[in-house]
C-alpha cells in the first residue's frame, strides 16, 4: 500500500466563512462554526483485521463543527488497548455498519478552530484530551475533532508526546475511583495490574487523593510502580497474591479481569468496598449475539453479580468504562503539571509508521510502556 503524505489542504477562515457561519474575535481569539480545513491526512480503519489494514490516506474530509465542538491540530496521539482491539474487530457491532473508521482517543496539539458555544478554548491554544470509546472519528489525524469538555489546556512542563499518553488511561482511572468508588483520604485501595496506563493512573490518582495503594504488576513494572506511589507490590508471576497481600480494602481497581483477579479482588475487599473491573462484557456479548441480544444479556450477567456479591459478601460489584468528564480531566491536568501524575512513553512513531506502531503495541513485552504516533509541524 501506497502512504501519501501531501499536506493538507487549508482554506483561509475570511474565504470561507460566509451564509451561516460566523467568525468574530474574543479574547484575541477567533471562533467559527466551520472547520478552517476542508480536508486532511488520517488513519482509515476499511476493515477489521491486524496492522497491515490500516491506511494512512490524504483529502479525508473535515467535517464542520458542531457549537460545542474544537478543531484541534494534533501534535501527538498515543495508542491504548482500545485501538488496536477495535482494529482487529472488538465493538464490531457498533463500529462495522460506521466503516471507514478512523482510530485514536488520546490527543494532544493546538486549537485550529472552536464552535460558536466554546467558552473555555481559543484558537492556537495547547490543548490534551481523549475521545470518548465509541467516537467513530477518531485521533489519527492531522485535525482532529473534539467537544469542548474532552480536552483541557496541555500541562505546561511536559511535550506534546507526554501529555498524549495520559488522558484517556487517567480518565479511566478517574472514572472508577473518583466517579463510581469516591475513594477519600486514608482509605486503602488495590490496582490489580498496576504496570500499565490505567493502573500507573489509578495508583497516582489514589496516593493524590490520601489513599495508601497497593498494586500488583509483572517484576519489569516493580519499580515503576513504587515509584508512582504504592506502598506495595506484589510480582503476579511471582508470588501467590492471596498470601503476599496484607489487609482489606476499600476499592479494588482490576485492569486484568480474569476470573482469577476477580475472585482474589472482591475476597479482599472490606464489607461496603468497590470492585471495579475495566474488563465488562458489554462489547463482548454484542459483537457475539449482536446488540439486540447481546445488551440485555450483558445488563443481566452485571446486574446478577451485583445482587449476587452484594449479599454474598457486601461489596458493589461494577464494570467500569471511560467517560470523558471535564472536572477529572482538569485535576488530571492539575496533577500531571505538578508533576505528580506521569504515565512514561516508551517508544514514539511518525504518523506515516502507524502499522509499525501497531505492530509493536502488538507484540505484547516487546514494548512495555505507551507508544505515541507524531504527527509533523
Ligand atoms: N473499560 C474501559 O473503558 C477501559 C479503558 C482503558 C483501558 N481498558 C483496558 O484496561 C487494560 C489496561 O489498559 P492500559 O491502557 O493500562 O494498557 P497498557 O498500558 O498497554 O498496559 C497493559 C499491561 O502491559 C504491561 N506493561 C505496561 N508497561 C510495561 C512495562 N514497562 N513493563 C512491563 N509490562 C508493562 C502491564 O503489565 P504488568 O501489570 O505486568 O506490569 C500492564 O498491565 C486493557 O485491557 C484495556 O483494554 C479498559
Given at each position: 500500500?501506497?502512504?501519501?503524505?501531501?499536506?493538507?489542504?487549508?482554506?483561509?477562515?475570511?474565504?470561507?466563512?460566509?451564509?451561516?457561519?460566523?467568525?468574530?474575535?474574543?479574547?484575541?481569539?477567533?471562533?467559527?462554526?466551520?472547520?478552517?480545513?476542508?480536508?486532511?491526512?488520517?488513519?482509515?480503519?476499511?476493515?477489521?483485521?491486524?496492522?497491515?489494514?490500516?491506511?494512512?490516506?490524504?483529502?479525508?474530509?473535515?467535517?464542520?463543527?458542531?457549537?460545542?465542538?474544537?478543531?484541534?491540530?494534533?501534535?501527538?496521539?498515543?495508542?491504548?488497548?482500545?485501538?488496536?482491539?477495535?482494529?482487529?474487530?472488538?465493538?464490531?457491532?457498533?463500529?462495522?455498519?460506521?466503516?471507514?473508521?478512523?482510530?485514536?482517543?488520546?490527543?494532544?496539539?493546538?486549537?485550529?478552530?472552536?464552535?460558536?458555544?466554546?467558552?473555555?478554548?481559543?484558537?492556537?491554544?495547547?490543548?490534551?484530551?481523549?475521545?470518548?470509546?465509541?467516537?467513530?472519528?477518531?485521533?489519527?489525524?492531522?485535525?482532529?475533532?473534539?467537544?469542548?469538555?474532552?480536552?483541557?489546556?496541555?500541562?505546561?512542563?511536559?511535550?506534546?508526546?507526554?501529555?498524549?499518553?495520559?488522558?484517556?488511561?487517567?480518565?479511566?482511572a478517574w472514572?472508577a475511583l473518583k466517579s463510581t468508588a469516591r475513594i477519600a483520604q486514608g482509605q486503602r485501595v488495590l490496582v490489580?495490574?498496576?504496570?500499565?496506563?490505567?493502573?500507573?493512573?489509578a495508583i497516582q490518582l489514589a496516593v493524590a487523593a490520601g489513599c495508601h495503594v497497593s498494586?500488583?504488576?509483572?517484576?519489569?513494572?516493580?519499580?515503576?510502580?513504587?515509584?508512582a506511589g504504592a506502598e506495595?507490590?506484589?510480582?503476579?508471576?511471582?508470588?501467590?497474591?492471596?498470601?503476599?497481600?496484607?489487609g482489606y480494602f476499600d476499592a479494588v481497581l482490576?485492569?486484568?479481569?480474569?476470573?482469577?483477579?476477580?475472585?482474589?479482588?472482591?475476597?479482599?475487599?472490606k464489607?461496603g468496598g468497590h470492585?471495579?473491573?475495566?474488563?465488562?462484557?458489554?462489547?463482548?456479548?454484542?459483537?457475539?449475539?449482536?446488540?439486540?441480544?447481546?445488551?440485555?444479556?450483558?445488563?443481566?450477567?452485571?446486574?446478577?453479580?451485583?445482587?449476587?456479591?452484594?449479599?454474598?459478601?457486601?461489596?458493589?460489584?461494577?464494570?467500569?468504562?471511560?467517560?470523558?468528564?471535564?472536572e477529572g480531566?482538569?485535576e488530571?491536568?492539575r496533577l500531571?503539571?505538578a508533576?505528580r501524575l506521569?504515565?512514561?512513553?516508551?517508544?514514539?512513531?511518525?504518523?506515516?509508521?502507524?502499522?509499525?506502531?501497531?505492530?509493536?503495541?502488538?507484540?505484547?513485552?516487546?514494548?512495555?510502556?505507551?507508544?505515541?504516533?507524531?504527527?509533523?509541524?
Amino acid at each position: 500500500m501506497r502512504l501519501l503524505l501531501r499536506k493538507p489542504e487549508i482554506t483561509k477562515v475570511s474565504d470561507r466563512i460566509t451564509g451561516n457561519g460566523s467568525l468574530r474575535s474574543r479574547q484575541g481569539f477567533k471562533t467559527c462554526n466551520r472547520s478552517i480545513v476542508t480536508s486532511c491526512r488520517a488513519v482509515l480503519l476499511p476493515r477489521f483485521g491486524g496492522p497491515d489494514v490500516l491506511q494512512l490516506r490524504d483529502n479525508v474530509n473535515v467535517p464542520d463543527l458542531k457549537p460545542n465542538e474544537v478543531l484541534v491540530r494534533a501534535r501527538a496521539v498515543s495508542i491504548n488497548p482500545l485501538d488496536t482491539r477495535m482494529r482487529a474487530g472488538y465493538g464490531r457491532s457498533i463500529f462495522e455498519p460506521l466503516m471507514p473508521l478512523i482510530l485514536g482517543r488520546d490527543i494532544s496539539g493546538e486549537v485550529a478552530a472552536i464552535g460558536n458555544s466554546v467558552r473555555s478554548l481559543g484558537i492556537g491554544q495547547e490543548v490534551f484530551g481523549a475521545l470518548h470509546p465509541t467516537a467513530v472519528r477518531g485521533t489519527y489525524t492531522d485535525y482532529a475533532i473534539l467537544a469542548e469538555d474532552e480536552l483541557a489546556p496541555k500541562p505546561a512542563p511536559i511535550s506534546h508526546v507526554e501529555a498524549s499518553a495520559i488522558p484517556f488511561a487517567a480518565l479511566t482511572a478517574w472514572r472508577a475511583l473518583k466517579s463510581t468508588a469516591r475513594i477519600a483520604q486514608g482509605q486503602r485501595v488495590l490496582v490489580v495490574g498496576g504496570g500499565g496506563a490505567v493502573g500507573l493512573s489509578a495508583i497516582q490518582l489514589a496516593v493524590a487523593a490520601g489513599c495508601h495503594v497497593s498494586t500488583t504488576c509483572g517484576g519489569e513494572s516493580i519499580d515503576r510502580v513504587l515509584a508512582a506511589g504504592a506502598e506495595d507490590a506484589v510480582d503476579y508471576n511471582m508470588e501467590d497474591l492471596e498470601v503476599a497481600i496484607k489487609g482489606y480494602f476499600d476499592a479494588v481497581l482490576d485492569t486484568i479481569g480474569l476470573p482469577e483477579t476477580e475472585r482474589i479482588g472482591i475476597n479482599l475487599l472490606k464489607r461496603g468496598g468497590h470492585y471495579m473491573t475495566l474488563q465488562g462484557e458489554a462489547a463482548s456479548l454484542t459483537d457475539r449475539y449482536g446488540l439486540a441480544i447481546g445488551l440485555p444479556l450483558a445488563t443481566g450477567i452485571l446486574l446478577k453479580k451485583q445482587i449476587q456479591y452484594r449479599y454474598s459478601h457486601g461489596i458493589e460489584y461494577w464494570w467500569t468504562y471511560m467517560r470523558a468528564d471535564a472536572e477529572g480531566l482538569e485535576e488530571i491536568r492539575r496533577l500531571s503539571e505538578a508533576g505528580r501524575l506521569k504515565i512514561p512513553v516508551e517508544k514514539t512513531f511518525s504518523i506515516t509508521q502507524v502499522r509499525e506502531a501497531h505492530q509493536a503495541k502488538d507484540r505484547k513485552g516487546h514494548v512495555p510502556g505507551k507508544i505515541v504516533l507524531e504527527l509533523e509541524k
